[in-house]
């Protein structure tokens, strides 16, 4: 058997809902009257309320943009200040308890009272920014409307002032004054000290001294480098002359004439060709064999041979002085020259710049003591200019502080509520109507989700991970017949007193008819017994505890199987026992193809099995009764005798624990197990599981 599904609710339509209340009313009913009980209790003791209510705004002030100045005296980090946080620090000045005791003590004239007057306006204090906006909304309850529209006015004419003191630093103007005198006494006794020594030097001022000085150096340097450059760039021309005069010679060819023409090759060519033509006519004449031809071809070989030899064209050569060295090498003399030059222009340069640096080294000298005194100097007009601003700041924020000059803006004043706050005394009714409506619906719901019944058919693959053979539904004619009365007969209608197992009795009788959906389900169970069918099958009927219906289930599969005319069906019954035949066992026919075998008292498991065997000759279906299986060892060691079980389960008897414990036990011992059949289903839950 695998692991169990996680539960869940059987509601799946409105007809479940409906047989689920039914099923478990009481618990909607508490719920029902439980929610109204209460909503009564609210609409008669609920206290009526009245709200004052006022809308700030925060603008972009001083306070947002520009911080404290004593906060700028020193080093400093950015800080990025959302409004968000700008609006939950003013509801937190608006929540404040100093803020509030002060309120208290201005509207209640009576000092006994004030205590409970705090506790009450704290929770009536309602403080909230509105979404996407920089307006706070500020809101005060009170039992009277114009206590409450009082209180508020009391409350933002308090926090106004406290809003402008939080954002202030009490004496920083004093502070200011007094600091920006003491840095400037230290800038007069400095200035006096700095005069002196430039004096002394006969400067009147350091920086633009040495700024000239270094200026001419750069100067120099400059004109230096340029010079070095230029000098470098002279070398390496008159270096590079050399190199291409050495490389040019004194003589060179002036004038190369060639394609001459050559008598002697063209009177040979002439005498050639006119050997050829000779040729030609002499073979016309006679053979080549001859000797004519012959002396004629000797001739034309020793002309070719002769006109190899010879050269077609003639080659004039004339030779003089080489003009490129001549100007190379003039050019060579000029800027040797002009190399000569430039050294002697470095070398004033190099004296001008020596003289120069003597005298930016006299002031260096000095340089240390003079930038000392004037970097104290700039420090003390910076730190002093600081503190002037400051000053200049506070008295401003001092100013508008008197004034209530602020970034808080009051855009709607306290009202005078017309009437009690909170929702209408109709509006509680209906609530409550319908929260105890939802509570009846959740008391169900939470109900069948700790039911541990098996109320569906969907229960049984879902929870027990078995196969559902059939789910009959509870009818009065689904019971079991007296003993020794066939199927049909007018005793059939009467419940077997002494069996506990049945699953629903009927008035002595005629048995009513059964009803098409008692007969499907049974025609489904006996079609899924035959599916499996092989030859003398022997089926077991169990259940977890009593009174679940094995024996009805096991009685009406035996008539369902004995009508289908396959053959004879030996019921044996051994969930019922006869004490009164002295322990045998008693065989009794109820219809034309159905016996039963009822089983003596005490059970014995070879007796048993030793009966049916004598019994059995010839049946095609054996179909055993047992008791509950995980109160018998009978029943395990015949359901263990048998081809295949079925598990009988019912809704209203059957928990899942129960069941989850029989499938463990036919799991342990092994036995075969067909499936589960559920009885006395819903037709409710029927419905929305097929």
Known sequence: MSAVQPRRTRITSAADLLWLAQRHRSYAVGAVVAVLVITALVYLFLPRSYRSQAHLLLRVGRESVRPDPTVTMGPTIGVNQSRESEL????????????????????????????????????????????????ITVSVGASDAEHAQRTLAKLLDLYLVKHIRSHRTPESESFFRKQAERVGERIEVLRAALRDKLQGLGIHSLESHRAALLARVASLATEQEGLGASIAAAVAKIQQLSISINGLDAMHTLEEA?????????????????????????????????????DVVEQIKLASALLEGEERARTTVRRGLNANRQRLELDLLTERGNLAALEARRDKLRFQQENVSKRLNTVRDHEGELVALEGQLRVLEAERQRYLSGLEQARADAAMGTERISNISVVQAPTLPSGPSGPPRLWILVAGVLLAMTAGLGAVVARDLFDRSL?????????????????????????????????????????????????????????????AAVIRELELLVGRVLSGRAPSHTLAVVAPQRGVGASTVAFHLASRLAEARLGRVLLVDCARSTPDHGGGHVMESVGPALSTLRCGDPLDVAQVLCDIRAQSTGAAFVVLDLPAITESSFAVELARAAAQTLLVVDTEVTDLTDAQRSLRVLEHNEIRLLGVVLNRASTASRSSER
């Open 88 to 135: 939950n620090s003013e509801v937190l000045i608006l929540r404040s308890q100093d803020l509030l005791r002060a309120v208290v003590e201005s509207v209640t004239p009576d000092s006994g009272d004030r205590r409970v007057a705090l506790g009450r306006l704290e929770r009536s204090l309602r403080v909230s920014p509105a979404p996407i906006s920089n307006v």
């Open 258 to 294: 060639s394609g001459a023409g050559n008598q002697v090759a063209d009177e040979i060519q002439k005498r050639l060709v006119a050997l050829r033509m000779r040729e030609r006519e002499l073979l016309a004449k006679y053979p080549p064999e001859s000797r004519v031809v012959r």
């Open 455 to 515: 109320l569906v058919p969907g229960d049984v693959p879902r929870l027990l991970d078995a196969e559902l053979l059939a789910a009959l539904p509870r009818h009065e004619a689904l019971h079991l017949p007296a003993r020794g009365k066939p199927l049909g007969s007018p005793a059939a209608g009467a419940v077997d007193e002494p069996s506990g197992d049945t699953a629903g009795s009927t008035a002595e009788g005629s048995s009513p008819a059964l009803p």
